[in-house]
């Protein structure tokens, strides 16, 4: 199964859509998605085609080389969302075509995507005047070699795709606001799974950490949304609801109505850096956003309490963690 039919590809959208127009075909790149791992391309375009028109074969290749003389052949093709295994494909009138492209693993080296210096879909076409080959090129990394009349041309990560999360971190609670024992935590370790756009996320959390005589549970659903920032740091606004086990520990020999159930909200503002993400492998291909990233949180809960715990307990706290989004 190829890694672009599971969630470990990124999405790009170009820039500014653009129409390559030619003397059959007409066509607009819509949408790249490469897999992170390397070696998986899916290319989507819009083609309007005169009658007659057919599709005997397309190659991703680099804009430097001679066109359709060399590259990664497609491996799957389909029209209008309809698997095409036999051609010449006829391509008369308007349609979407999803192209496939899979570089060989024959070595470490070739580990790497066909999109690295590879910037040009080369369409092997037949028509009535004959066969021909049509280049689309679609990247900015040597704008004189694309067309000295449209020289930007670029793509973006999609805004909309969601991606998957993944963090994790710490969190110190260095103030008391209770003199019940075992009720605030000293501190914690977190995980986080869960989905990602460029400026919202949605997650689970599982958290477990300590006081002195108690261990600390805690699970809790929850999200935020980006209120500034831009490339490299960004100010972001979390709610999210604890669900929280304190546990007595044996040896602090305290008895089984010392275990409380605690639960409710947690406003979060955080501030995120990401120091790593702002150069892409792609020529042409905008970094996504938030790859991967710190955040520095203070969050603020405020915890109700059952089955003996306090009937309300304020819990601030200060955390650092490090999250990826795929």
Known sequence: MLCVTLACARVYRPVEPRV?????????????????????????????????????????????????SEGVAQTNVERDGAYESEGPLALDGPHTLTLTFVKPWSGHNDLQSPLRASTALDLELDSASGQRCQRLPFSADAP?????????????????????????????????????PGIEPAGTGFMRIGGATDASRLWLEL??????????????????????????????GGFAYDFVFSVARKEAGLPTGHNYFLHGPRLTPALWLDPFSHSSPYPGFQPAHRVTYFELEVPVSGWFGARGAPDFVIVPGIGLGFHVTL
């Open 144 to 180: 004189e070699r694309v067309s000295a009349d449209a020289p930007e041309r670029s793509f973006r990560p999609d805004p909309q795709r969601v991606g998957f999360l993944l963090g994790f971190g710490a969190r110190a609670f260095p103030i008391d606001t209770t003199s019940a």
């Open 207 to 236: 958290a477990g950490g300590g006081a002195d005589r108690h261990g600390i549970f805690q699970l809790a659903p929850g999200g935020d949304t980006q209120l500034v920032g831009g490339e490299r740091w960004g100010l972001t």
């Open 20 to 68: 390559i127009a030619g003397p059959e075909l007409n066509a607009s790149i819509d949408q790249v998605q490469a897999s992170l791992i390397g070696t998986d391309v899916e290319v989507k375009l819009r083609t309007s085609a005169l009658p007659g028109t057919r599709l005997r074969g397309v190659k991703l290749a680099s804009i430097w080389a001679e066109p359709c």
